[in-house]
């Protein structure tokens, strides 16, 4: 039996070896390679119990006879306990790295950390993480002997509750924290050691607390804290990782040490600054002739934005004018080699050039024996320099008096200019309103008659009379003169008198308020202009109204008589005549139209260049033969999408606008201008170009694509910057009075933006003005108003139409045309009758013709109704207006008409198919 128990003793220690050294390979502390000598272990042991087992069945045998199975047990023991050794060496080498590296953690956490309570949350919370202490906490001694937890960490909270922790010498304070704040030594105490105050080692063992570390956290001037850690390892807490705790609750002393010092820093920093920001007074501190710091009161006295601007100044440069305050400037330079205080009153120069009286309070600090722990950016005396605005103390009592009554009257009158005159009517005061709106210096216009200086003759009784009955103790009522100003303009001033008296109550002098009412009275006037181009214009649309039912019948009839007449027949060329007669007519009511803003708008494909031309040779002929008038028209020019008519008017305005600076530039000729090399000129230009993203993003509001330029330049006055802000708005002119409505270009502007353009302007004063229209590219083919395609559609036709009108001439001319093109006529001189009869007859009737103008029931009234009983009735709309947007897509016929158009317009609409 011995050898069987020295066998599987062998196998038991070896297998023992081959578990701990599958331990070493498993945490990765060895190699892999380990695992061949787990292997090698294991068959070893497996091997010693097959041994084991083969000789159970001998008897007793002598060990002396068999001594390699005892040398294998010994050698198996020896493995065994040195693989022991070696697992419990690197647990205890694992354990002391953590705790170190934990250690070095909470070192260089504290770097840069500035705030007690931060410092103190830190440690403890990096010290009882999962990887550190079980529970890590810092608690100050009070004065009557308790320990007051501050900061903890980890997961024993409910340890550090159970507990009335204290450090004087009682039971209570015989644990760890209390020992080490008595003593100032690290103190330890392991779980089971004598002396626990009673229920300390019940709660470890319920908490897991295996051991405790204390060590004080060292205070001058403050009570003592103690940092204590609690492990949950019996092992821990070895000499060297309590050397280290006690470095590092030194460390953290110094850390809250240096905190506690940067928060007394920035506390005495902040009232520092404090004091400085609401001193009233300017403060100036100066260190080798610069200024290092300003209060904000000194910035705003010398009026800088930001105290910032001051730093680095030189405050003799800062204070003083150049030449003017030697005294000042050599006071502050020589005050840096002695010590004291000096004072003394002086003007003060600003940052804009103005000056004020101040009160200045130097008070120079050495500083050679000082000594600083740091190399300042400037060395020698400090000096504090004190700025007291004392002009309202220097100012005598009587000329307060005097402005606080003359502000007062000023304060009773309302208005923006203000002259005091004397009782002859001399001028003893002048602003700065009466400089801007009359043109006459305050030095050229002291002591000279108001009157005289800036009332025409026809006005000056009037004032003479005003004056004098101040002067008398009347006040005259308000009026309302005009005044010359120094470069001979008029302004229309409404004026407010009153008296001044002295100290004795007497009437010295007479104070004279004015209100400029020049742009007020050119207003009022505009609108009455405008009042009556209203009714003008109003009266215009009414007359080429009926005009225009006039000429349709005339040119409608004129055709079917044409169309009767052989082509050799005498009457051809009269009837003729007549029609061209007519269509001349119907321009002229057109432009009747226009200025009444009735016209309908005809935006197709046009060539502007053949407009460009007509312009040119309508303006050539009445233009100044001094001005040249040029034109330039690209020779593939694309057709733009617009009205004719309108962009006839824009160039045209655009045009008498360049005439207008031109001439100005001539009539300007009598003073020393210089006269262009070239001479004078006015030139139109129309050109292709490509509106790209660079051009779109200099003007955001033009568009990419291609555009239609219409360019128009000249080289007289030009405009200023303010006129070129203005130039397009409404009833604003540069032009004298009765010569502009200021109209013209406002409506260029809204002509070009109706026509989906833009337009803009250059302008150099003296050197002239260009403006660039932009048109947008047509996308078909620029082409006449008669379509060609429409000419060979046959216009004949067997339906029955309804013509509605209440002109009987005009009903006539329809029911002559459309019957001789084959249609059955039925008509109406009314709304009102118009819907009785479709209503009787609604379907036999194909086509509804309707004027817009018509008594007891409007044509949109009619419309309305028809499409109330049918909604596919077919309709043609006809006025010499402009349509409302409410007809829709419903075909229009605009009077005046031809008998042909009236033909093909009927039948384009019958030949559409209409689906409901």
Known sequence: MPLVALHMGAAFFQFIAAWQSLGFVWTRRLGRVWLLVVLALTLKGFLSLWVGYSVSGNSLVDLSEHPIPLAELFISLLLASGFLLTGHWFRFKERLEARFDLIAEVDRSLVGVLEEKQILSQVCGILGRNEGYRLAWVGVARPDGAVEVEYSGGDGAVFLGEHAFRWDDTPAGRTPPGISLRTGETSVRKRGAAGAPPGWEDSCRHHRLACCASARIDQHGYPHKV????????????????????????RVGHAIQSARRHQIFVSAKASYDELLRHQRDGVLLIREGKVVRANPAAAEMLGYASTGLLFDADPSTVLAEPDAFPRLRDALRGCGDSTGRTEWETSVLRRDGSTFTAEISVTWVPREDREESFIPARRGPLGMMLLRDVTQRVRALHELRKERDFSARIL??????????????????????????????????????????LIPEPFRGVHRAAIEGVLAGRLPPPMETGIVTADGGERMIAWNHAPLTDDAGGIRSVIVTGIDVTERRNLERQIIEMQKMEAVGTLAGGIAHDFNNILTGILGNLDLANRYVAAGSPAAGPISECIRASERAVQLVRQLLDFSRRAPSERRAVDLGKVVREVVALFSQTIDRRIEVTSSIADELLPACVDPNQVHQVLMNLCVNARDAVMESLESEEKPVVRPLTGYWIYIRAENTEVDDDYCRIF??????????????????????????????????????????????????GIVKQHDGWINLESRQGKGTTFCAYFPEATGIAEDASDAADASRPLSGRETVLFVDDEELIRDLGRQVLETHGYTVCLAADGREAIEWYSANRDRVDLVILDLTMPHRSGLEVFRAIRAMNPSAKVILSSGNTPSEEIGETAFLPKPYRADTLARIVRSVLDVDVTT
């Open 227 to 250: 940092l204590t850690v609690h492990a949950d390892t019996a092992s821990a807490f070895d000499s060297f990782e309590t050397g280290a705790l006690t470095a590092m609750a030194h």
């Open 412 to 453: 009773d009158i309302s208005g923006a200019i203000v002259l005091q005159l004397g009782p002859g009517g001399e001028i003893l005061l002048f602003n700065s309103h009466c400089e801007e709106i009359t043109g006459w210096s305050s030095a050229e216009a002291m002591g000279k008659r108001m009157p005289e200086l």
């Open 700 to 749: 955001p509001y033009a568009r990419k694509g291609r555009y239609i330029r219409l360019s128009i330049g000249d080289n007289g006055a030009g405009m200023d910057e303010v006129t070129q802000r203005r130039v397009f708005e409404p009833f604003f002119t540069t032009k004298k009075m009765g010569r502009g409505t200021g109209l013209g270009l406002s409506t260029v502007y």
